[in-house]
């Protein structure tokens, strides 16, 4: 029990909290930007499997980590356009078409694996990168500040959506097109192409989350290797009342959990690892039912446009 | 509308009837046994499976087997096999065993613990096709099935020899498990693995973590970083999520040792040694008894002395001391002839 409080586990564990975070910080972060327009994107985890086979595929055939990367955020981009296609055009039922988002990522994913790789191989990924100076602060130095390019960028990310929704023009329209569609068309807001481009950024996003794991965590890809992460990060979003820093929170919270029940499982606290493994989901439950407000929540999420009809 | 109605009809009809007289040929009386293999029908298995033929791991350790097996016999010519991947939902599991044994397969199995009971109730259905599954102890002889077989694996028994090795290469004395779910041969292996640690260093810490799923690599693969952070040196897991282990002790220099199927071709410097599940002669002796009119009601168990599991240190892995080779072998034999009981 006394090993939990030695700092060579607080280091570690939030250490692994910060790790854990980063796919979460991707694809909610990029999942937040197309709610806030008012279109829920469930297929969030197929995005994610396409991103880390595209960029883990890149990766091994050229081995550069930059074209894996640009691979990844190419492909989300286009299956984000596909999404916005269907649920903004076509205006789709979006809980559905969320769903055959992710069926069609995790089968096309699975496909083009078996096609062209075939089998489980690693390739070198983003090392981890230590800040000059930063890394040696006792405790937080390696915990915070040693981690992989990716996981900077995420971090970096919160901030920069956070300015963008709150502080531009272009967010002041996809607030305006996530909340009254009807209203901001009459004063000239194009409101399908605005939300075209949230969900085709945000399916960046989400594929991005899953190159953070392709090349990055664990330099493999493995079919449906996201197993699930994507349907959290949906949930994630909520949690954080489509606030890019309160998604955060929510992520950093979810993760510390799922990084503390591994440890807690290592040190044989005793506890049994089936319920160990599921404090993490508990928790969120929970959170997410105690939590009062849902006054963040865009009045036209979910709600297709169609111009002339309120 | 009518009458393009009434030609659906008709061409719906003679779409059954073309089928079922298609089909008919293809179903004829088995032949009775004859000393004329040659014009035989091939034997025909399918097989269910958790995961994909390339996981190098579970499923991957049976397909080998299979393969082997087909060679031997002569190709496709003599033997086919179906293969379902992927089937971790245990619904579309039972859906497929279903279709595989009324499509005439002579062997279906059932490759997972999980797929028991849908087996179970898909044998019941089809007396006269075989049924394996595992790893499992029960044939459901009790219950009145003469049609299933049931193969097992005494992970633990390997989990021993690549525990002592572990405990010989670790140099910080502190080794990590990156388990799935805690049951089946994975928790016997990992119960072995921390008793052969033991046996050899009684002071090691053996940290063991499950990641509660047998297929999430990501999930292993934090399992295995925070291993290492906690200062493990050697590391090993079980079942098809350890490839995200293996990727990370590699990036970070930890040693591996593996189980079920050979690990090495993903990190040829790291993997130490592994621990086989050879199948083959299992479904050899299935075949073989099939063949010969017996269509179930053997228990089978893969150990070190019958040659089911094998420890194969892999070769591009320059660390294996002679020390090590005899110790391995000391504990082969003395596991083989009782002299070391591993308790599962």
Same mark, same amino acid.
């Given at each position: 029990m006394e090993q939990l409080f030695t700092l060579t586990t607080l280091t570690g564990i939030l250490h692994s909290t910060i790790r854990l975070a980063t796919p979460y910080l991707f694809a909610s972060l990029g999942?937040?930007?197309?709610?806030r327009s008012?279109? $829920?994107?469930? =297929?969030?985890? =197929?995005? %994610? $499997? %396409?991103?880390? @086979? /595209?960029?883990f595929f890149v990766v091994v055939t050229t081995g550069s980590l930059l074209g894996g990367v640009v691979? /990844?955020? @190419?492909?989300?981009?286009? $299956?984000g356009l596909l999404m916005a296609l269907v649920s903004v055009s076509f205006r789709a039922e979006q809980g559905i078409s969320g769903i055959g988002m992710y069926l069609l990522g995790l089968g096309l994913s699975s496909l083009l694996f078996r096609l062209t790789l075939g089998s489980v191989q690693s390739v070198r990924g983003f090392a981890e990168l230590a800040l000059p100076g930063l890394s040696s602060i006792p405790v937080l130095g390696p915990a915070l500040f040693k981690h992989s390019l990716l996981v900077y960028v995420a971090f970096a990310l919160v901030p920069m959506v956070a300015y963008l929704l709150n502080r531009t023009t272009w967010g002041l329209n996809i607030r305006a097109v996530g909340d009254n569609p009807q209203a901001a068309d009459t004063l000239g807001v194009p409101v399908i192409a605005i939300r075209y481009a949230t969900v085709?950024?945000?399916?960046? %996003?989400?594929? %991005?989350g899953g190159a953070s794991l392709s090349i990055s965590a664990v330099n493999i890809f493995q079919e449906n290797m996201t197993g699930g992460i994507g349907f959290i990060a949906v949930a994630l979003v909520y949690f954080g009342g489509w606030? &890019?820093?309160g998604v955060m929170l929510g992520i950093l919270l979810f993760s510390l959990v799922s990084a503390l029940q591994i440890w807690l499982q290592l040190v044989g606290i005793?506890? &049994?690892?089936?319920?160990?493994?599921?404090? &993490?989901y508990i928790l969120t439950i929970i959170a997410l039912a105690l939590a009062p407000r849902r006054t963040g929540q865009p009045a036209a999420l979910t709600r297709p446009f169609n111009r002339g009809m309120a | 509308m009518f009458k393009r109605g009434t030609l659906v009809v008709v061409a719906f009809v003679l779409a059954v009837l073309l089928t079922a007289c298609g089909g008919a040929p293809a179903a004829p009386a088995a032949p009775a046994a004859t000393d004329a293999p040659v014009a035989a029908e091939p034997f025909k298995v399918a097989v269910v499976m958790p995961s994909t033929e390339t996981d190098l791991a579970w499923s991957q350790a049976m397909i080998d087997a299979l393969r082997s097996i087909q060679a031997e016999m002569g190709g496709e010519a003599a033997m086919q096999i179906s293969i379902s991947e992927n089937m971790f939902n245990v619904t579309d599991a039972a859906a497929a065993l279903r279709d595989y044994a009324s499509a005439g397969n002579q062997l279906v199995i059932a490759h997972g613990t999980q797929y028991g009971t849908s087996m179970f109730e898909v044998a019941r259905d089809f007396p006269e096709v075989s049924f394996a599954w595992g790893t499992a102890t029960d044939t459901g002889e009790a219950e009145g099935f003469t049609n299933v077989f049931s193969y097992n694996a005494s992970a633990e028994e390997g989990g021993y020899v690549n525990g002592v090795i572990a405990a010989m290469l670790s140099t910080s004395n502190v080794v990590g498990i990156v388990g799935p779910v805690e049951a089946g041969d994975a928790k016997a292996y990992i119960d072995g693995f921390e008793q052969g640690v033991l046996s050899v260093k009684p002071d090691s810490t053996v940290n063991k973590t499950y990641t509660g799923s047998f297929g999430d690599t990501a999930a292993a693969a934090e399992a295995a970083s925070t291993h290492i952070a906690a200062g493990a040196d050697v590391l090993t897991g079980s079942a098809q999520q350890v490839v995200g282990a293996i990727g990370v002790a590699k990036e970070r220099g930890a040693l591996w040792l593996g189980t079920q199927s050979s690990q090495a071709s993903l990190a040829p410097d790291i993997v130490v040694a592994t621990q086989l599940y050879d199948w083959t002669g299992v479904l050899k002796d299935i075949i073989a008894k099939i063949q010969a009119g017996t269509l179930g009601g053997t228990a089978y168990d893969l150990t070190l002395e019958n040659g089911g599991l094998k420890i194969v240190f892999n070769?591009?892995?320059?660390g294996v001391t002679p020390e090590m080779q005899a110790a391995v072998d000391t504990a082969i034999q003395g596991i083989s002839s009782g002299v070391i009981t591993v308790l599962p």
């Open positions: 999942e937040t930007i197309s709610q008012g279109v $829920l994107n469930l =297929g969030v985890e =197929g995005q %994610m $499997l %396409m991103g880390a @086979f /595209a960029a691979a /990844a955020i @190419f492909v989300g981009a286009l $299956l085709t950024v945000g399916g960046a %996003m989400a594929a %991005m606030r &890019p820093v005793g506890i &049994p690892s089936d319920l160990a493994v599921m404090l &993490p | 070769s591009a892995f320059p």
